[in-house]
């Protein structure tokens, strides 16, 4: 089946939107409750919610949902050059539309409207640039954990959407899975990016509170680090490739 290049953009749009209202949600919202209770539920929401997504729009777009993968595939040439613009414009507005409904939400809740602005509605951070105390973790150490999730969870992502995998059917469970495993380990350190979208749109939205610019000024880094890891999940998922059967003697 053949879908339209509007269709696959729309797909992408939807998807980020989905990620970033469900996993940006439950996220902001769950703010005011301490401890790792409130890292499983952030990491069960944005598991969950791209096993989802993946299952609904993945024959459309292929069901990225972020730039990292976006690029990573067209440097894998497992996608056109034309769309990668297109799809990163996609995620992006969709990103920015699902926090802004959180937004929107939150501010029904003097509490909840109060700690979303501290936290910049949940975008990731690093120790500097006024980020509020609890991004403890230095600017490197941020940038190396980005950057080897991001690997991992790309590098599974071409794996499992092989053309010659078996178990294709299973690929969102294993990706969202990986996500959702990826956030366990990240969301104490820096609140768990991988996705350069999770991180702006909160970040860009949250330029409504003058004193939440910090999170703007961050975000560099949560685009840089996850393309870097996804580029370098391309190169080994080629080099992987399996070589054609030479010819009977």
Same mark, same amino acid.
């Given at each position: 089946?053949?879908?339209? +290049?509007?269709?696959?953009? $729309?797909?992408?749009?939807?998807?980020?939107?989905?990620?970033? #209202?469900?996993?940006?949600? !439950?996220?902001?919202?769950?703010? /005011?409750? =301490?401890?790792?209770? *409130?890292?499983?539920?952030?990491?069960?929401?944005?598991?969950?919610?791209?096993?989802?997504?993946?299952?609904?729009?993945?024959?459309?777009?292929?069901?990225?949902?972020?730039?990292?993968?976006?690029?990573?595939?067209?440097?894998?040439? *497992?996608? =056109? #050059?034309?769309?990668? #613009?297109?799809?990163?414009?996609?995620?992006?507005? /969709? /990103?920015?539309?699902?926090?802004?409904?959180?937004?929107?939400? +939150?501010?029904?809740?003097?509490?909840?409207?109060?700690? +979303?602005?501290? !936290?910049?509605?949940?975008?990731?951070?690093?120790?500097?640039?006024?980020? =509020?105390?609890?991004?403890?973790?230095?600017?490197?150490?941020?940038?190396?954990?980005?950057? !080897?999730?991001?690997? @991992?969870?790309?590098? @599974?992502?071409?794996? @499992?959407? *092989?053309?010659?995998?078996?178990?294709?059917?299973? %690929?969102?469970? %294993?990706?969202?899975?990986?996500? $959702?495993?990826? &956030?366990?380990?990240?969301? &104490?350190?820096?609140?768990?990016?991988?996705?350069?979208?999770?991180?702006?749109?909160?970040?860009?939205?949250?330029?409504?509170?003058?004193?939440?610019?910090?999170?703007?000024?961050?975000?560099?880094?949560?685009?840089?680090?996850?393309?870097?890891?996804?580029?370098?999940?391309?190169?080994?998922?080629?080099?992987?490739? =399996?070589?054609?059967?030479?010819?009977?003697?």
């Amino acid at each position: 089946m053949a879908w339209s +290049a509007g269709q696959k953009y $729309l797909a992408e749009f939807l998807g980020t939107f989905a990620l970033l #209202l469900f996993g940006g949600g !439950a996220a902001v919202f769950s703010l /005011g409750d =301490p401890g790792n209770a *409130r890292v499983v539920l952030v990491s069960l929401a944005f598991g969950t919610v791209l096993i989802g997504a993946i299952y609904a729009l993945g024959d459309v777009s292929g069901g990225h949902f972020n730039p990292a993968v976006t690029l990573s595939m067209a440097l894998s040439r *497992r996608m =056109p #050059l034309r769309d990668v #613009l297109p799809y990163l414009v996609s995620q992006i507005v /969709g /990103g920015i539309v699902g926090i802004a409904v959180v937004f929107g939400i +939150a501010h029904g809740s003097a509490i909840s409207f109060d700690l +979303a602005q501290g !936290a910049a509605l949940g975008s990731q951070c690093y120790s500097g640039s006024g980020a =509020p105390p609890g991004c403890g973790f230095a600017v490197g150490s941020v940038f190396l954990l980005e950057l !080897a999730l991001t690997f @991992v969870f790309v590098l @599974v992502i071409q794996f @499992v959407t *092989r053309s010659e995998n078996g178990a294709k059917n299973l %690929a969102p469970i %294993a990706i969202g899975a990986t996500l $959702l495993v990826a &956030n366990l380990v990240a969301i &104490n350190v820096d609140g768990a990016s991988l996705n350069p979208v999770r991180s702006f749109s909160p970040a860009v939205v949250a330029l409504y509170w003058s004193n939440a610019s910090w999170a703007i000024q961050e975000s560099w880094l949560f685009w840089v680090a996850p393309i870097l890891g996804g580029l370098l999940a391309s190169v080994v998922e080629m080099w992987f490739r =399996p070589t054609a059967a030479p010819a009977p003697a």
